[in-house]
């Protein structure tokens, strides 16, 4: 019998925790060590665990040369659990687009907000670097959730592993939105 999967008051944290509020995501920059590792993981948990996406490589060559965002949610048993996380790589394309890739929220932490501070935290990032495009590549399932962070699909739908996905895009801002702030963000 092998052991049960780890669930999210589970999941191995070494990496200082962030506070957060009762019912509220904390999202974080994740670098190298530890934190990059819980990136990892949640990848691995998401794309290759459950949907059967990636193989055991959840790793691609933009991700050293790009911001990561992990999101961390509170659980009643202790300290805040890394839930999310997502990826920002600045000049994708010959036009200075940005791509937004990997975001993957665990199953238990869906529908709790975690997603979406991740993306608000990767879009401010892109709206700061004043990258004049962001893309990504959206599960079909997932195309409402990125339209209602202002991406329009773009191009015919494609399928990997079994999943129909879309390319979507949305330009950059003019100004950060209120109630948001991108001055903490260091790039």
């Given at each position: 019998?092998s052991?049960?999967e780890?669930?999210?008051?589970?999941?191995?944290?070494a990496?200082?925790?962030?506070?957060?509020?009762?019912?509220?995501?904390?999202?974080i920059?994740?670098?190298?060590?530890?934190?990059?590792?819980?990136?990892l993981?949640?990848?691995?948990?998401?794309?290759?665990?459950?949907?059967h996406?990636?193989?055991?490589?959840?790793?691609?060559?933009?991700?050293?040369?790009?911001?990561?965002?992990?999101a961390?949610?509170?659980?009643?048993?202790?300290?805040?659990r890394?839930?999310?996380?997502?990826?920002?790589?600045?000049?994708?394309?010959?036009?200075?687009?940005?791509?937004i890739?990997?975001v993957?929220?665990?199953?238990?932490?869906?529908?709790?907000?975690?997603?979406?501070?991740?993306?608000?935290?990767?879009?401010d990032?892109?709206?700061?670097a004043?990258?004049?495009?962001?893309?990504l590549?959206?599960?079909?399932?997932?195309?409402?959730?990125?339209?209602?962070?202002?991406?329009?699909?773009?191009?015919?739908?494609?399928?990997?592993?079994?999943?129909?996905?879309?390319?979507?895009a949305?330009?950059?801002?003019?100004?950060?939105?209120?109630?948001?702030?991108?001055?903490?963000?260091?790039?």
């Amino acid at each position: 019998m092998s052991a049960p999967e780890p669930t999210l008051a589970t999941l191995p944290v070494a990496i200082p925790v962030p506070s957060v509020g009762a019912d509220s995501p904390a999202v974080i920059r994740a670098s190298a060590g530890p934190e990059f590792a819980t990136v990892l993981e949640l990848r691995r948990r998401v794309f290759r665990d459950e949907q059967h996406i990636a193989s055991a490589a959840v790793t691609d060559p933009d991700d050293e040369r790009s911001l990561h965002a992990l999101a961390f949610l509170p659980v009643p048993s202790g300290d805040p659990r890394p839930v999310a996380t997502g990826r920002l790589t600045l000049g994708y394309g010959d036009g200075g687009e940005a791509l937004i890739a990997w975001v993957a929220t665990l199953p238990e932490a869906r529908g709790r907000g975690a997603g979406l501070a991740v993306m608000q935290f990767l879009l401010d990032a892109a709206d700061k670097a004043m990258a004049p495009i962001i893309v990504l590549s959206a599960q079909t399932h997932a195309e409402g959730f990125y339209r209602r962070l202002g991406f329009i699909p773009a191009g015919r739908p494609f399928v990997v592993r079994n999943i129909e996905h879309c390319w979507m895009a949305r330009p950059r801002r003019r100004e950060t939105p209120p109630g948001r702030s991108s001055a903490s963000l260091s790039w």
